[in-house]
Structures are given as structure tokens and as C-alpha cells.
């Protein structure tokens, strides 16, 4: 890849490898982590991409998978608990943390589809083409995880 199209996709594609990381990982320094991992291996890729469309999912596959990677490490096993994370993203309005902490409470899988659908708008088939499951697990996951928002949120939980 040459140098400014590696550069073009850094600036597009940033943000959303950062996100999807985010939401796996669950810290802001791994996250930071894995969009550095992520970019050095699209920029030692030997291969063209078809459209722009195949450069991001290709992205969002290798993030996946390094995040799985990484979570499956003896080092992730030393991790402190969420409660103990000094940095947290500054919001606009009170409900946003709240969402977000609640979000980040709930276990990977849950994390991750909801990431994919909500913030990277990707379908169902999608995301299960994607994460290498059924189309029905990724319902069954989302579902989960919205009931568990529902029932940690109460009447401020709104799926729009």
C-alpha cells in the first residue's frame, strides 16, 4: 500500500477501529493499542482492495480478531477491574456516561455486537459474517444485551 493511501485510510478509519476496539477491550490505553497493531499490519498488507467498502471491513475483521487475540492472553488475566479505570471519555450530557459505563459493564460479545450494529452500522448478516457466527447468535446477543441495558437502565434505556 502505498504511503497516501495508507495515510487516507488512517484518517477514515481511525476513529471506528478505536470504537470497535473500545467497546472489545474495554480500556482506552489497549484500545489505543490496537489501532496501532491494526494499521501496522494494513500498511505490511501485500494485497489491493477491491473498494472502500472491503478496505473497512477488512478493518473491522482484523481489529475483531486482534481484540479476541488479546483478551485470550495470560496478560489479560492481570487486568484491574472496570470500577479501578482512572480514564473515562468526556460526554456531553450526564445519560451518555451513564450509557456508556453500562455498555462497557456488559461481557465482550455483548460489547462488540453492539458496537457493530449501533455505531458501525452494520446488519445482523453482517456481523455475523464478520465475528464467524450465525446470524441468529448475533440476534440472540443483541437481544441479550439490550435487556440487560433495559434492566440496568431502567426508563432512561431507549432503543431507537
Given at each position: 500500500?502505498?504511503?497516501?493511501?495508507?495515510?487516507?485510510?488512517?484518517?477514515q478509519?481511525?476513529?471506528?477501529?478505536?470504537?470497535?476496539?473500545?467497546?472489545?477491550?474495554?480500556?482506552?490505553?489497549?484500545?489505543?493499542?490496537?489501532?496501532?497493531?491494526?494499521?501496522?499490519?494494513?500498511?505490511?498488507?501485500?494485497?489491493?482492495?477491491?473498494?472502500?467498502?472491503?478496505?473497512?471491513?477488512?478493518?473491522?475483521?482484523?481489529?475483531?480478531?486482534?481484540?479476541?487475540?488479546?483478551?485470550?492472553?495470560?496478560?489479560?488475566?492481570?487486568?484491574?477491574?472496570?470500577?479501578?479505570?482512572?480514564?473515562?471519555?468526556?460526554?456531553?450530557?450526564?445519560?451518555?456516561?451513564t450509557l456508556?459505563?453500562?455498555?462497557?459493564?456488559?461481557?465482550?460479545?455483548?460489547?462488540?455486537?453492539?458496537?457493530?450494529?449501533y455505531?458501525?452500522?452494520l446488519?445482523?448478516?453482517?456481523?455475523?459474517?464478520?465475528?464467524?457466527?450465525?446470524t441468529?447468535?448475533?440476534?440472540?446477543?443483541?437481544a441479550?444485551?439490550?435487556?440487560?441495558?433495559?434492566?440496568?437502565?431502567?426508563?432512561?434505556?431507549?432503543?431507537?
Amino acid at each position: 500500500m502505498d504511503k497516501a493511501r495508507f495515510t487516507n485510510a488512517v484518517e477514515q478509519y481511525q476513529a471506528m477501529v478505536y470504537r470497535t476496539a473500545l467497546h472489545a477491550l474495554g480500556s482506552p490505553q489497549d484500545a489505543d493499542d490496537a489501532v496501532q497493531e491494526v494499521f501496522l499490519r494494513l500498511f505490511h498488507h501485500r494485497g489491493d482492495f477491491e473498494s472502500r467498502e472491503h478496505l473497512r471491513r477488512w478493518l473491522l475483521r482484523v481489529t475483531v480478531n486482534y481484540c479476541r487475540d488479546l483478551l485470550k492472553s495470560p496478560w489479560q488475566k492481570r487486568r484491574v477491574s472496570w470500577e479501578e479505570v482512572p480514564e473515562i471519555p468526556v460526554f456531553d450530557r450526564p445519560e451518555q456516561e451513564t450509557l456508556y459505563r453500562e455498555v462497557m459493564a456488559l461481557p465482550e460479545k455483548y460489547r462488540t455486537v453492539l458496537n457493530l450494529f449501533y455505531y458501525e452500522e452494520l446488519s445482523v448478516r453482517e456481523i455475523g459474517e464478520l465475528l464467524g457466527v450465525e446470524t441468529s447468535t448475533v440476534t440472540t446477543r443483541l437481544a441479550r444485551a439490550r435487556r440487560r441495558l433495559k434492566e440496568r437502565l431502567g426508563e432512561d434505556w431507549q432503543d431507537e
